[in-house]
């Protein structure tokens, strides 16, 4: 994945869940009795799966720079070693 892929996994999953969110606290508050429950059983269920998206974007991305930091490093270090 490249960057841009994680960037708008990332924008996507958090967009989702505020929806998903504000769709549930609609329906519990607005709706009241009249929740149906499938419904919001099929929320939570995008929600779960998006929010699982988002923290494997976040561990991807953290491996990204862990990387970068790590090649960083060892260049910093062949440039020492050659002064």
Same mark, same amino acid.
């Given at each position: 994945?490249?960057?841009?892929?994680?960037?708008?996994?990332? /924008?996507?999953?958090? /967009?989702?869940?505020?929806?998903?969110?504000?769709?549930?606290?609609? %329906?519990?508050? *607005?709706?009241?009795?009249?929740?149906?429950? *499938? !419904?919001?059983?099929?929320?939570?269920?995008?929600?779960?799966?998006?929010?699982?998206?988002?923290?494997?974007?976040?561990? !991807? @991305?953290?491996?990204? @720079?862990? /990387?970068? !930091?790590?090649?960083?490093?060892? /260049?910093?270090?062949?440039?020492?070693? %050659? !002064?």
């Amino acid at each position: 994945m490249d960057d841009d892929d994680v960037k708008r996994n990332i /924008l996507v999953s958090i /967009l989702v869940l505020i929806f998903g969110v504000a769709f549930i606290i609609v %329906d519990i508050f *607005y709706l009241g009795s009249v929740i149906d429950f *499938y !419904q919001c059983v099929v929320v939570f269920c995008a929600m779960v799966i998006f929010g699982l998206l988002l923290v494997e974007s976040f561990k !991807q @991305r953290n491996k990204r @720079r862990k /990387l970068l !930091q790590d090649l960083d490093d060892e /260049l910093e270090n062949i440039k020492e070693s %050659d !002064q």
